[in-house]
């Protein structure tokens, strides 16, 4: 397609150019945008229809976009931010320099610019920050005619007009309606008399997160966004909560991989901020491995004694931090997704124990099978009796994968019970901790068979 648009660029056929993207959606044609030259970005820009250029502009990149706003002349500039939805509005305005916000609020009219202010007041995670105020609201005593009346000639303006509010004088939420519903009644109807009551909202500062936890729990297309006075205040759409929940997994994933979260894509963050997102992290893990040094230091003598135990720390190690690993992503998921809580911790416990009992015990029977197979030799050669060092590294396996599994179980719910985020218990951390916990086991264990 970006060879086709440019060939007609070429050529100046601007007419079945501008027909060709007419046809076209605007996510893809802000990704194809992403991707043009910046010498034809703004002329392409201007051969969309006004509808179809907003709806564009908001799905570009954001370097795209500032490019776009810097080129802009005044009237283009107001054309586009009237066409656009207020959050749409301040989700682009988060993401530009301080001159260019300007110029967007000096081009926007006053109501707008109060509206956007607004919005921009609220804390990064809230529910206020992510709300639009363009909603349908309706008022009990009206007839079914009078709020279709209402909604042909409002409507128009709103971000959707399926679910509509009920609010008194004083925009207090009273209930909902939706046009299915106003279509299948009798026009005479009262609103007040065919309303749902039992409505799920929340407040300006809940947490995004809980927002989006909400709508998956509820299966809703539109939430209402109250004050503290249960005044209606906006409405946040499904759109606004697929955003919220890819960048919760997003933000979720890099903890868990023992990273500082980037509000930027891969590919557009600096090496400089890629390096302060990872050397944090990479530093204190690196520190906390010490304990794992002075744990091997403590234990010199038994290892000169009996070397061939060296050879199966990694495994040790690595089976450990496996096993933790996965209990706490899996603990990590189910916290996030509100499946559980710290009430649920004994249960937790208890369900890890069992399955860890169960793990161990194959891992650890297969391990044996494998050193009295494939170590016999290398074992004998050492000096040492090959049974010996087979149940003492199984052994030992069986009771790491037990104590791995209890880490990675419990630690990210106490961790959230503190008020972190347990995304950062994940793998790295806890591999941290298990490591040191499976050494001080190997080695406690090898001291009660071997006699050194």
């Known amino acids: 397609m970006i060879e086709e648009i440019l060939t007609l660029i070429e050529n100046k056929e601007f007419v079945k150019l501008r027909n060709t993207l007419s046809e076209m959606n605007a996510p893809d044609i802000a990704l194809m945008y992403d991707e043009l030259p910046e010498e034809h970005v703004l ?21 795209t976009q500032e490019h776009l706003l810097k080129c802009f002349s005044d009237k283009e500039l107001r054309d586009v931010l009237d066409e656009m939805y207020v959050d749409d509005t301040v989700d682009i305005i988060e993401e530009m320099p301080a001159n260019v916000v300007k110029r967007i609020l000096r081009q926007s009219d006053p109501q707008t610019r109060s509206e956007i202010n607004k919005i921009l007041n609220y804390p990064k995670d809230s529910a206020g920050s992510i709300m639009t105020i363009e909603y349908v609201n309706l008022k009990a ?3 079914v005619a009078e709020a279709f009346d209402r909604i042909r000639a409002t409507g128009v303006d709103k971000e959707t007009i399926y679910t509509c509010y009920v609010t008194d004088k004083n925009r207090h939420l009273l209930g909902f309606t939706t046009v299915k519903d106003l279509l299948l009644c009798n026009n005479c109807k009262e609103i007040g008399e065919m309303m749902e009551t039992n409505v799920i909202f929340v407040d300006t500062f809940e947490d995004k997160e809980n927002v989006a936890n909400l709508f998956r729990k509820y299966d809703l297309l539109a939430m209402p966004v109250v004050d503290k006075e249960t005044r209606l205040v906006g409405i946040i759409t499904f759109d606004d909560v697929i955003d919220v929940i890819q960048e919760e997994h997003t933000e979720d994933i890099e903890k868990m991989a023992a990273i500082l979260p980037s509000e930027k894509p891969y590919l557009k963050t600096s090496v400089w901020d890629t390096f302060k997102n990872r050397i944090p992290w990479l530093l204190l893990l690196m520190i906390s491995s010490t304990f794992t040094g002075k744990i ?11 070397v061939v135990l060296t050879a199966f720390i990694p495994m040790l190690m690595g089976t450990g931090g496996n096993s933790g690993g996965q209990a706490s992503v899996t603990i990590i998921r189910s916290l996030s997704l509100n499946d559980i809580s710290m009430k649920d911790i004994f249960k937790i416990l208890r369900k890890e124990f069992f399955t860890a009992l169960l793990c161990g015990t194959a891992l650890a029977v297969v391990n044996f099978g494998k050193m009295m197979l494939i170590d016999y030799g290398t074992i004998l050669s050492s000096g040492q009796d090959p049974v010996i060092i087979s149940t003492i590294v199984s052994l030992t396996l069986l009771v790491t994968v037990i104590c791995a599994k209890l880490v990675g179980g419990g630690l990210p719910i106490l961790v959230k019970r ?6 950062v218990t994940a793998s790295p951390f806890v591999t941290t901790i298990v490591d040191a916990i499976s050494l001080l086991i190997y080695f406690e264990i090898a001291m009660s068979f071997l006699p050194i």
């Open 43 to 63: 002329r392409l820009f201007r051969l969309l229809p006004k509808e179809l250029a907003a709806d564009t502009f908001v799905e570009m990149d954001p370097d």
């Open 418 to 423: 503190l008020g972190f985020d347990p995304a």
């Open 141 to 143: 005593d009206m007839t």
């Open 296 to 306: 091997i230091s403590s234990f010199e003598s038994m290892l000169s004694v009996c």
